[in-house]
C-alpha cells in the first residue's frame, strides 16, 4: 500500500470513520495510516500534515448553513492555506474536488453564502500556483442509492459538459 495521512479536525470524529492508524503494521488492511490533527484555515497546523507527501487530495467543503464566511474560510481561504504549504513542502501532485456548477454564478448552491463562487476563486489560485494538479468536480456523492437509482460510469469531459 501507499502510505497515506489524512488532516482532520475532530480527530474523535475521525477515529470513528476512517481507518485505525498504523505504524508500519504489515498485518493491517492499512499499512502506514495516519490522522493529523488540524485545520485548513488555520495555516500553521498544514506543514506536519504534509511533510515528505507526493501527494495531496483536497475534499474539504463549508458545511454549516448558518455561517457566512465558512465558504469563504474554508474553501477559498483553506485552499490557499493548503496551496501554499503544498508548494512549500514540494508536493508533486495537487487533486482539488470542488463540484459541477462552479463555473455557474446562479448556480442554487451559491445560494448557501457563495459556496461555488468561493471554490472557483480557490480552483483559479490552484491553476496559477505552478503545482502540478488536477481538478475533480463531482455531480453528486452519495453513501447509498435511493430506490430506482443504478451505479454508473465515471465520465470524464471538459469542464462544463
Known amino acids: 500500500g501507499v502510505p497515506c495521512r489524512a488532516l482532520v479536525r475532530d480527530t474523535a470524529r475521525a477515529a470513528n470513520l476512517l481507518p485505525a492508524p498504523t505504524s508500519n503494521s504489515?498485518?493491517?488492511?492499512?499499512?502506514?495510516f495516519e490522522i493529523v490533527k488540524g485545520d485548513v484555515y488555520q495555516y500553521s497546523s498544514?506543514?506536519?500534515?504534509?511533510?515528505?507527501?507526493?501527494?495531496?487530495?483536497?475534499?474539504?467543503?463549508?458545511?454549516?448553513?448558518?455561517?457566512?464566511?465558512?465558504?469563504?474560510?474554508?474553501?477559498?481561504?483553506?485552499?490557499?492555506?493548503?496551496?501554499?504549504?503544498?508548494?512549500?513542502?514540494?508536493?508533486?501532485?495537487?487533486?482539488?474536488i470542488t463540484s459541477i456548477g462552479a463555473d455557474d454564478p446562479f448556480n442554487p448552491l451559491n445560494l448557501f453564502w457563495g459556496i461555488l463562487f468561493w471554490k472557483k476563486r480557490a480552483e483559479e489560485e490552484l491553476q496559477r500556483s505552478g503545482l502540478s494538479y488536477t481538478i475533480v468536480r463531482p455531480g453528486g456523492l452519495k453513501n447509498k442509492l435511493a430506490a430506482g437509482e443504478s451505479e454508473g460510469n465515471i465520465v470524464m469531459e471538459r469542464p462544463n459538459t
Do not use: H, W
Not at 26 to 32: C, G, N, R, T, V
Open 46 to 96: 498544514l506543514p506536519r500534515a504534509m511533510k515528505g507527501c507526493n501527494a495531496v487530495v483536497v475534499c474539504t467543503a463549508a458545511n454549516d448553513k448558518s455561517d457566512p464566511f465558512g465558504p469563504f474560510n474554508i474553501d477559498y481561504q483553506g485552499t490557499l492555506n493548503l496551496i501554499a504549504v503544498a508548494k512549500r513542502e514540494g508536493v508533486k501532485r495537487f487533486v482539488f
Open 26 to 32: 504489515s498485518s493491517s488492511s492499512y499499512p502506514d
